[in-house]
């Protein structure tokens, strides 16, 4: 029996990968036995020539896909249109640099053929990347899985192997601002996990800046935890015993020893504190109405302007 399986690979700006991406995928994907592949490659808006690459790929190989967004919506869109296209029994999601070894894919498929439904590709070795991105990736998962009832595996990225039940349950799922890790963790179902070693990129350069990377962390958080609201209620109960507790001290003192000349010092620390507490407050409070606006404008995920397959 030949199992019809599905790849799908997010693309921006990755024309000077393209070339060993498709060797080095076909390649390992002609030695796992009883499959049949189709290539699922997701240009989004990309400014180079990344999306003409694909396609003249995709007219000499009938097994590769190309679906074309109108314009840059973001690997998280891009991962979306390329789940909601494949049809395979089984997907893989891979990145575009391969800095994820393809030939885990092959133990996938193996684990998967053993009965789960979701194979993680876990990192147990990110020499590859910076001493920071290590840190913030380790401080970032540490912080989401303590204050959400979801738990993301540490060092697990996109890459994984999902059951066809899998897909068709995150294709349920409505939310236009996606944190797919989170939406991934989130639908469950039986999951083991296969280790490797991350390696370098052959080409190109990381798309996300610390900037990004920063609101990634934000989004990630506050699409899985109200954590941060009730922190500022305990704030908030907690300022305002102290500010009691302090007032009974004010008013017992002026009983006894009468009243005594206010210190300007104290009144701008004590000004400065509260602004700046009710500042932050009012930032976390519209980081979350903000996401209830967007989700109220019901604007679909990603516009897709073009597939690209060659029919033999």
Same mark, same amino acid.
């Given at each position: 029996?030949?199992? @019809?399986?599905?790849?799908?690979?997010?693309?921006? @700006?990755?024309?000077?990968?393209?070339?060993?991406?498709?060797?080095?995928?076909?390649? #390992?994907?002609?030695?796992?036995?009883?499959?049949?592949?189709?290539?699922?490659?997701?240009?989004?808006?990309?400014? $180079?020539? #990344?999306?003409?690459?694909?396609? $003249?790929?995709?007219?000499?190989?009938?097994?590769?896909? +190309?679906?074309?967004?109108?314009?840059?919506?973001?690997?998280?869109?891009?991962? &979306?249109?390329?789940?909601? #296209?494949?049809? /395979?029994?089984? +997907?893989?999601?891979?990145?575009?640099?391969?800095?994820? %070894?393809?030939?885990?894919?092959?133990? *996938?498929?193996?684990?998967?053929?053993?009965?789960?439904? +979701?194979?993680?590709?876990?990192?147990? $070795?990110?020499?590859?990347?910076?001493?920071?991105?290590?840190?913030?990736?380790?401080?970032?998962?540490?912080?989401? @899985?303590?204050?959400?009832?979801?738990?993301?595996?540490?060092?697990?990225?996109?890459?994984?192997? *999902?059951?066809?039940?899998?897909?068709?349950?995150?294709?349920?799922?409505?939310?236009?601002? !996606?944190?797919?890790?989170?939406?991934?963790?989130?639908?469950?179902?039986?999951?083991?996990?296969?280790?490797?070693?991350?390696?370098?990129? +052959?080409?190109?350069?990381?798309?996300?800046?610390?900037?990004?990377?920063? @609101?990634?962390?934000?989004?990630?958080? &506050?699409?899985?935890?109200?954590?941060?609201?009730?922190?500022?209620?305990?704030?908030?109960?907690?300022?305002?015993?102290?500010?009691?507790?302090?007032?009974?001290?004010?008013?017992?003192?002026? *009983?006894?020893?009468?009243?005594?000349? %206010?210190?300007?010092?104290?009144?701008?620390?004590?000004?400065?504190?509260? /602004?700046?507490?009710?500042?932050?407050?009012?930032?976390?409070?519209?980081?979350?109405?903000?996401? *209830?606006?967007?989700? &109220?404008?019901? !604007?679909?995920?990603?516009?897709?302007?073009?597939?690209?397959?060659?029919? $033999?």
């Amino acid at each position: 029996m030949v199992d @019809n399986l599905s790849l799908v690979v997010p693309f921006y @700006n990755e024309e000077e990968g393209i070339d060993f991406f498709s060797k080095t995928i076909s390649s #390992t994907l002609a030695k796992i036995p009883s499959s049949e592949w189709e290539l699922i490659c997701v240009d989004d808006g990309s400014s $180079d020539k #990344t999306l003409q690459k694909l396609i $003249d790929l995709s007219l000499s190989d009938s097994r590769f896909k +190309v679906v074309e967004l109108s314009r840059n919506f973001g690997k998280e869109a891009a991962l &979306t249109a390329g789940l909601d #296209t494949a049809s /395979g029994a089984a +997907v893989v999601v891979i990145d575009a640099d391969l800095q994820d %070894p393809a030939e885990i894919i092959a133990t *996938m498929v193996e684990k998967w053929r053993e009965g789960a439904e +979701v194979v993680l590709g876990r990192r147990i $070795d990110r020499s590859s990347d910076s001493v920071a991105k290590r840190a913030t990736a380790s401080w970032f998962y540490s912080l989401h @899985n303590r204050i959400s009832k979801i738990k993301i595996p540490e060092n697990v990225g996109d890459f994984r192997l *999902m059951d066809r039940c899998v897909v068709d349950a995150l294709k349920t799922l409505p939310e236009q601002q !996606r944190f797919m890790k989170g939406l991934f963790a989130w639908v469950g179902f039986r999951t083991v996990t296969v280790d490797y070693v991350r390696a370098p990129r +052959v080409s190109g350069v990381t798309k996300f800046s610390p900037f990004s990377l920063w @609101n990634f962390a934000i989004e990630g958080i &506050t699409s899985f935890s109200t954590v941060p609201l009730r922190i500022w209620t305990y704030i908030g109960c907690t300022g305002a015993l102290l500010t009691l507790l302090y007032g009974i001290f004010i008013t017992l003192r002026t *009983m006894i020893f009468g009243s005594a000349v %206010p210190g300007y010092a104290s009144i701008f620390f004590a000004i400065t504190l509260l /602004g700046s507490v009710q500042i932050i407050s009012v930032g976390i409070l519209g980081e979350y109405i903000g996401r *209830m606006y967007m989700e &109220t404008k019901n !604007r679909p995920i990603y516009i897709r302007r073009k597939i690209y397959h060659r029919i $033999d």
